[in-house]
Structures are given as structure tokens and as C-alpha cells.
């Protein structure tokens, strides 16, 4: 039986975080003067997007989302897709097209939020945004993934100029990180006062494990095991190493994707090599306490979650230069960035992590530092921000 897409979010929001300053929002497409909303008022969003049940970064921010927002924020996520089979998809799908005609119609006014990523996920989106736009509500379009910048390049320049055209007519399009925001405003021609930056959000708290004096350094892996994630380049440069670094050295990749493949190619490893499918959050965290560096080489991003919640844990990262990490990770800092596809950089820094402990250790503290500017909070702060400040003078509603 398809679940039902429609689903309430909790309307409470924990203490916010005072030390952390959100990024300006930019003013609606009006430019009418921005409105402070009294804590009595409320703002009624509904959000669109994978379902909550999906696994990804998308689903763990729109998750954050549903859980943190202040009060004077209600939000209701309708789910556009779930992990299920084609045909169901496509129901869920069509429902969600329905519900949104459904809200269009009312007199029930609100903000719809929808969260994007490329290929069919961006056509899908764009069918619900350009309803939106036609009915004169507020829309915010959330952009996700590492991949829309070749998807956009790729499409028929007739099926490109339709994408683009809905970008600019949405209120807000939200960016990932600064190079983010430079490609919707230069390729996409979003007029620049309506596209703000704001990198996805972690959970912070200042606990750490303590990983001074561990005889082994474990790297871990998580996400989807693919080329473009370089997950053959991490075993491979796993390979590569000197036999007394291998040595000292252990390897988790936890995720979905080409398991099998990526088993197959450590299999000369043993023990030393553990190729897991995807976990839960409390396995997650789990292994995140249990290792000592982060490890990414993808080829392309967004700002990567699993990036977020490892240096939230404590640990220094090994990642590439690409999408939105440069404005989360600083070479030599919170970590070392190689380029993708380098085996050789790779196992060179891998290497390094290894042979210096110091510098590892500082490093990772240093990047749980870093991580408290994405907390949750100061997040929800931000978002219910933008929200005040394109949402029209009805759609502020009397709490009850």
C-alpha cells in the first residue's frame, strides 16, 4: 500500500543558538520593505520534496527543517517520491500534484517550499513550481545535489530556457555555498537579490570522543559507493599505501550503490577493508565515534551531509575541491582537499593523517569548531527569516 505523501511536522523548535549569526536574506521580488512578524503571528509553509522516510541528504535536511523551526512556523511536508517501485512513484507523484492544485485553489494562503536536486527530480519540481508561479504564491526552491550544473548544460536549449525561466520567477532559489549561487546567477540569469546562501545544517554539541592514543587510524566512508563519489579511488589509494601505513590503518565504507564491486575489489584485504550497506542514524553515529578521519573524493557536490555530521563528530576530513566543500573545509585546517580522480594525491594524504597524530587530532577539533557555524539552529533562524520576509501580510496568522 503507497503511503499516504501528506504528513504534519512538529510546530516546536529548541533554544537557538545566540553566537551564531545567519546570512542576509534578500528582499522579494517586490522589494517591499521587510516585515518583523510578533511572536504571536504565525507563517504557514507547506514543503515539497522526497519523502522523510527516503535515505539522503535531502530527506535529513527537510527533516531539520520539520524539526526545528520556531513556532510562529508551520509546516506541512507533502512527499513527491519514495524508495518504492516506479509505478508507485509515479502515484505518489501525481499525489502530490493533486494536493498541490488542492492548496493552490484554497483561500488558505502559504509559502511552498520545494527542494530540488537534477535530472527528473529538477523536472518534476519545476511542473510544481511553474504551478505555483501561475497562481501568484510565494515560492522558495531549494537546490540540492552536485550534479545540476552538467544536468543544466546538457538540456535541449528550449527545455533549459523553461528551467531557467521558473528559477527567476521563484521568490527565493536557495544555494548550497557561494560557487553555488554564482552558477544560478550567471547561467541561470537569477537575478541576484534572489538567490541567498545557505549551507545544510548539523547537529552540534560540544561533546567529542576522545580519540588521543588509538594504535590504529580508521578512515570512514559515508554515502552512495560510486565512481563519481570515489569510492574505487579511496580503495585503491587504501591499496597504495606503504606497507607499514597499511599497517596501522583500517577502511569502512558504509552505503548503498555498488556494494558488490567495491567488496570485490577489497576482498585482498580482510579485516582491514569493511564494506557495510547503509546504516541507521544511531550506526552512524556509532562509527563516527569509532574512526579518526573522514573520507570523500567525490567529483561533484552540494555541501555533503556526511561531510557536516563527520566534523560535527570531531574528525578531519580528506575531501576534493569541488561544489560547496572549499566554503566548509579549509585545505591544512579542519582537513587536506586533493583533486578528484588523484589515487596518488589521495593515498599521499591518507598517509599523512596516518603518520601524524598530532596534526590529525588538532585537526579534528578544529573541525568540530567549524561545524557549530552549520548548527541546526542558527539554521531554523535563518530559514524562518527568509520566510518573514516573503510571506504576504495574510498569510500571518493568529496563534491559537
Not at 101 to 106: D, E, T
Amino acid at each position: 500500500m503507497t503511503p499516504d505523501p501528506v504528513s504534519l511536522a512538529r510546530d516546536s523548535a529548541p533554544p537557538l543558538v545566540p553566537t551564531v549569526q545567519p546570512p542576509a536574506a534578500p528582499t522579494p521580488a517586490a522589494q517591499a520593505p521587510v516585515r518583523v512578524v510578533a511572536p504571536t503571528r504565525r507563517i504557514k509553509v507547506v514543503q515539497f520534496g522526497p519523502s522523510l522516510d527516503v535515505r539522503g541528504g535531502i530527506t535529513t535536511v527537510e527533516q531539520h527543517i520539520c524539526d526545528y523551526l520556531a513556532p510562529y512556523v508551520s509546516i506541512r511536508h507533502v512527499a513527491t517520491m519514495d524508495q518504492g517501485s516506479k509505478f508507485g512513484r509515479a502515484i505518489m507523484y501525481a499525489r502530490a500534484v493533486r494536493e498541490l492544485s488542492r492548496i493552490l485553489a484554497s483561500i488558505d494562503p502559504c509559502i511552498v517550499h520545494i527542494h530540488f536536486a537534477s535530472r527528473g527530480s529538477t523536472l518534476r519540481k519545476m511542473i510544481l513550481a511553474d504551478m505555483v508561479t501561475r497562481a501568484g504564491r510565494p515560492l522558495v526552491l531549494h537546490a540540492h545535489g552536485g550534479y545540476f550544473e552538467q544536468f543544466h548544460r546538457r538540456l535541449p536549449g528550449v527545455l533549459r530556457r523553461t528551467v531557467d525561466g521558473i528559477l527567476q520567477r521563484a521568490n527565493l532559489v536557495i544555494a548550497l555555498s557561494s560557487r553555488w549561487r554564482d552558477f544560478y546567477v550567471n547561467e541561470c540569469e537569477v537575478s541576484p537579490s534572489h538567490v541567498t546562501v545557505l549551507p545544510n545544517p548539523v547537529r552540534w554539541t560540544p561533546d567529542l570522543p576522545n580519540r588521543a592514543g588509538r594504535t590504529t587510524v580508521q578512515f570512514l566512508f559515508l554515502g552512495r559507493m560510486c565512481q563519481k563519489k570515489g569510492a574505487y579511488d579511496l580503495v585503491n589509494a587504501f591499496a597504495a599505501l606503504p606497507d607499514a601505513v597499511r599497517a596501522r590503518a583500517r577502511l569502512t565504507l558504509a552505503g548503498d550503490g555498488d556494494l558488490e564491486a567495491i567488496r570485490k575489489l577489497a576482498e585482498p584485504f580482510g579485516e582491514q577493508v569493511r564494506v557495510l550497506s547503509w546504516v541507521d542514524s544511531s550506526e552512524r553515529e556509532r562509527l563516527l565515534a569509532q574512526s579518526d578521519v573522514f573520507v570523500l573524493p567525490s567529483y561533484h557536490e552540494g555541501v555533503p551531509m556526511a561531510l557536516l555530521e563527520a566534523m560535527a563528530s570531531g574528525l578531519p576530513a580528506i575531501v576534493t575541491p569541488v561544489g560547496g566543500i572549499p566554503d566548509v573545509l579549509r585545505h591544512g585546517v579542519e582537513g587536506l582537499m586533493v583533486e578528484p580522480a588523484h589515487v596518488t594525491e589521495l593515498c599521499a594524504a591518507m598517509t599523512r593523517m596516518v603518520n601524524h597524530d598530532g596534526e590529525r587530532i588538532a585537526s579534528g577539533r578544529r573541525a568540530h569548531e567549524r561545524a557549530r557555524s552549520f548548527d541546526v539552529h542558527a539554521y531554523a533562524r535563518s530559514l524562518a527569516e527568509i520566510y518573514q520576509r516573503i510571506a504576504p501580510v495574510s498569510d500571518y496568522r493568529e496563534l491559537p
